[in-house]
């Protein structure tokens, strides 16, 4: 099993730009969730996913679309980017609702924004 | 608002020692607390999760206890070995389902 794909693994973006972090699981889980790692702090929460079609804000939601179409894919979107979101970002799914079951990481996508 | 607290930030021990990573939280009304495993350029693994209503939880050489009431976790780690290094991070889930992480120890395990 594949388990969480993340692509791509590494970016680099200019100021204002807009793109898209792929996520895809290939487990059937219900619950998909998007974090942002920076140093010297633990994960922040910034959008989750119960099912299909339902989403939710997090933590830190602000800059951050997302959407969830299917069960396998939950997209995040950074609509202008801003070198405060500078970070590493991680998509991870479970079973049902993230903070009952042990969650399932891909292995990350590290962004730069100048 | 929960807040998640690791000490220290790195632990440097020799192989072969048995070692104590500490976690703490603010609101004893948690569901639950994991303890995940993060290697340098990855992402992370679930080792062990405790419900709230457990003392302890054991995986192998891992063992993880839970004290509500005092708002502490420990992940005790037996005969440590070089493969054991990297960092380790305990989270917090409360009635919202969302965790509450900590941001973690960094462990080397010295040959």
């Known amino acids: 099993n594949a388990g969480v794909t993340q692509t791509p693994k590494f970016q680099v973006l200019k100021t204002g730009q807009s793109m898209t972090l792929q996520c895809a699981q290939d487990m059937n889980h219900e619950y998909m969730s998007w974090y942002r790692q920076d140093p010297g702090m633990g994960l922040r929460l910034i959008h989750y996913s119960v099912g299909a079609g339902i989403t939710d804000q997090g933590e830190v939601p602000n800059g951050y679309n997302v959407s969830r179409s299917t069960t396998e894919d939950f997209p995040l979107r950074l609509l202008s980017a801003a070198p405060s979101q500078t970070s590493v970002y991680f998509c991870?799914?479970?079973?049902?609702?993230?903070?009952?079951?042990?969650?399932?990481f891909g292995d990350g996508t590290r962004l730069s924004i100048l | 608002k929960q807040e998640v607290t690791q000490i220290p930030a790195a632990l440097s021990v020799p192989e072969g020692e048995n070692l104590v990573l500490n976690c703490s939280f603010t609101?004893?009304?948690?569901?639950?607390l994991q303890w995940f495993r993060q290697d340098p350029g990855k992402g992370l693994t679930s080792l062990l999760l405790?419900?709230?209503s457990q003392r302890e939880q054991t995986s192998g050489r891992l063992n993880a206890s839970l004290d509500k009431s005092s708002g502490r976790s420990t992940l005790y780690i037996a005969a440590s070995q070089p493969g054991d290094s990297a960092t380790y991070l305990c989270?917090?889930?409360?009635?919202?389902?969302?965790?509450?992480w900590g941001a973690g120890t960094k462990l080397i395990i010295k040959p």
């Open positions: 609101d004893s009304a948690i569901y639950n």
């Open positions: 991870a799914s479970s079973p049902t609702t993230g903070g009952h079951q042990p969650q399932h």
């Open positions: 989270a917090v889930s409360s009635s919202n389902y969302q965790l509450i």
């Open positions: 405790i419900q709230s």
